[in-house]
């Protein structure tokens, strides 16, 4: 390990695929997992297919802690948020980099890491994990050509922000961390919503109840727009209406599966910022409950 070392948390698809494109640029890099995954990771590497960016396998390493003074980039889902803020607490990073969807997780972070540089960062591509847990190397699959992570502005000089743009990652620069996570924000948050609510792809979910639809896009746009990023209803469904009609979200996946997700980091999330703005959101209610009503064993 050199001083340069970046510390990935999070053995998911997004940090695993991120881990495996650094390594492959020829940073040093480890993996920060549970000690199962850290195990299976270690033992035997990971898997990576992409349809725009090659296939190879990646010799990681990981362990179980986040080493000292170590470059950090922060992947884990946001219920693992509280998780990673214990693994930082002493280790004093140099740097963080946070890749997840929702807002509330950099309070989580900096609160954790007083004066230590915490930034809020966005990362899109359509990237799934399989194989985790078992024996042999898990598989991260990238499907697509999108592959883009956005950064503040004030953020690009950043180490670990330069070693991503060894990468085939597509780096670019967005305002600040507030616009950067809000970007992202406004059509994920419907995009996975709708996708869960109707358990199905984005281009049918538009459709299923155009009023609804309606409704819930322009809530959330008023809400982008009182937390400094314009937007319109209009803007969301063109945004949405330019994915590939079967395109899905993991938080789909997660309800399918009987969990909640990041129902709240991402559903939640827009409520309580519209909610501190006087903005009543009945479209965003409604949709958040349908979902809920899916993770609940029956009665």
């Given at each position: 390990m050199t001083d340069n070392l970046i510390a990935i948390i999070g053995a998911g698809a997004i940090g695993g695929l991120t881990a495996a494109m650094l390594q492959q640029a020829g940073?040093?890099?480890?993996?920060?997992?549970?000690?199962?995954?850290?195990?299976?990771?270690?033992?035997?590497?990971?898997?990576?297919?992409?349809?725009?960016?090659?296939?190879?396998?990646?010799?990681?390493?990981?362990?179980?802690?986040?080493?000292?003074?170590?470059?950090?980039?922060?992947?884990?889902?946001a219920e693992g948020v509280?998780?990673?803020?214990?693994?930082?607490?002493?280790?004093?990073?140099t740097e963080v980099l946070s890749l997840?969807?929702?807002?509330?997780?950099?309070?989580?972070?900096?609160?954790?890491?007083?004066?230590?540089?915490?930034?809020?960062?966005?990362?899109a591509g359509e990237t799934l994990r399989t194989g985790a847990g078992g024996f042999g190397p898990a598989l991260v699959r990238h499907r697509g050509a999108l592959l883009r992570a956005v950064v503040p502005d004030d953020a690009a000089g950043l180490g670990v922000v330069a070693?991503?743009?060894?990468?085939?990652i597509e780096v670019v620069t967005g305002?600040?961390?507030?616009?950067?996570?809000?970007?992202?924000?406004?059509?994920?948050?419907?995009?996975?919503?709708?996708?869960?609510?109707w358990a199905t792809g984005i281009g049918d979910a538009l459709t299923r109840d155009p009023r609804l639809t309606s409704g819930l896009l322009a809530e959330i746009a008023a809400t982008a727009t009182a937390e400094g990023v314009p937007t319109t209803g209009e803007d969301l469904q063109g945004i949405l209406g330019g994915f590939p009609a079967p395109m899905r979200s993991s938080l789909q996946a997660d309800i399918e599966a009987g969990h909640e997700g990041?129902?709240?980091?991402?559903?939640?999330?827009?409520?309580?910022?519209?909610?501190?703005?006087g903005l009543p959101t009945p479209h965003l209610d409604d949709v958040i409950a349908r979902i809920a009503t899916r993770t609940r064993p029956p009665r």
């Open positions: 940073h040093d890099v480890v993996v920060v997992a549970r000690e199962k995954s850290a195990r299976q990771v270690t033992e035997h590497g990971l898997d990576v297919t992409t349809d725009e960016f090659g296939t190879w396998h990646a010799p990681l390493v990981a362990t179980t802690e986040v080493p000292h003074g170590a470059r950090v980039i922060v992947a884990v889902k509280a998780d990673a803020a214990a693994l930082l607490d002493g280790t004093e990073p997840l969807n929702g807002l509330d997780h950099l309070d989580v972070l900096r609160s954790a890491l007083p004066g230590v540089r915490v930034v809020g960062a966005t990362i070693a991503l743009r060894d990468t085939p305002g600040t961390d507030t616009e950067v996570l809000w970007k992202k924000l406004r059509f994920l948050a419907p995009l996975a919503l709708l996708t869960s609510a990041e129902l709240d980091a991402i559903g939640g999330a827009v409520r309580r910022r519209a909610a501190s703005h």
